[in-house]
DNA sequence: ATTCTTGCAAAGCCTTTGCAACTGC
DNA sequence: GCAGTTGCAAAGGCTTTGCAAGAAT
């Protein structure tokens, strides 16, 4: 990820084990559950669920799919993880201790780049309040070609020509 | 909706058969297109395919699942509709005659309050600029509750209290 | 002990697709 | 008549779920 990371008290493990113990219905940790909160929070950028069996299993580790969907959800109750759709595909972020933003993802590549923008934040909280919303979060996503596939596609385009 | 809809100078019917016959391989305006895009673009605020096709069933037309979908993705080709990713549910609004703008969607009712905001364009503009990024399009999805679901969020509450 | 979690396989949901019959051009 | 379209039913992705066995508190 791009952005500067957010300083916070607890690491995503311990928040995650205090928000399962304060449930209603108080929740239980597993050793499954340890394993990928440590393999999300040591490694990865964005990741849908695929991407995080993978990573999983070629570690060496067997958790099986529906585990693995069902801890992601718990994670993003925690507000752990942050699910956003980007074209059709579900992804997952870092939500704890990283800030909000938006983003803009390359069509060609695949690679997300993140933003913050104070005027768009503003503009939100007008809107919002203009229109009496009571907002929960927003998704913004900005769909094109990033700079290198631009000049990657030049340079093409140039070669093409000769 | 609720933007001032943009003057246009074809119907959307005609439209579409102009973008079939200038494709490179000219395609077909058939009868359940032509039925599609009445129904399209007569009635419906933002849709989903399976409110489409219900619509058009309840409506005594037998199109199938099949070309109901085929026909969408014509329409999203042909700039005709714009498909966008709310939550989980894919759902379709009018993209011709129809201003670029942002949406709200309220997680109680469902409703979908369109918004335009220049502060916004202005800061993607830049944004992507600043990036090299070339943008194609982008989504805004503001998630909430809406004024009147508030309100009567508020009234129940009051109501508890007794 | 009790109650929650796991893993498996099955089911769900939405969307796409292969194919034979059909139809616009 | 040729090439693209339809409808059907089947197949595809991805995600969720019922259930019996296993683990956390």
Redesign the pocket.
């Known amino acids: 990820m791009s952005l500067p990371a957010v300083p916070v008290s607890q690491s995503p493990e311990n928040k995650f084990r205090e928000y399962?113990?304060s449930r209603p219905?108080?929740?239980?940790?597993?050793?499954?559950?340890r394993v990928l909160v440590q393999h999300i929070f040591a490694q990865h950028e964005h990741f849908?669920?695929?991407q995080l069996i993978l990573d999983v299993h070629g570690a060496g580790l067997?958790?099986?799919?529906?585990?693995i969907?069902?801890?992601?959800?718990?994670l993003v109750d925690a507000g752990l993880l942050r699910r956003i759709e980007v074209g059709t595909r579900?992804v997952y972020e870092h939500d704890y201790g990283y800030p909000q933003h938006e983003h803009m993802v390359c069509e060609r590549c695949g690679k997300m780049i993140e933003f913050q923008s104070e005027s768009i934040q503003a503009a939100l909280q007008q809107v919002t309040e203009q229109n009496q919303f009571l907002a929960s979060g927003h998704t913004l996503v900005v769909r094109g070609v990033c700079a290198e596939c631009n000049r990657a596609r030049n340079a093409k385009r140039r070669l093409d020509l000769i």
């Open positions: 399962l113990s219905k108080p929740q239980r940790f597993t050793d499954q559950q849908d669920a695929d067997n958790i099986s799919r529906a585990t969907y069902r801890t992601l959800s718990k579900t």
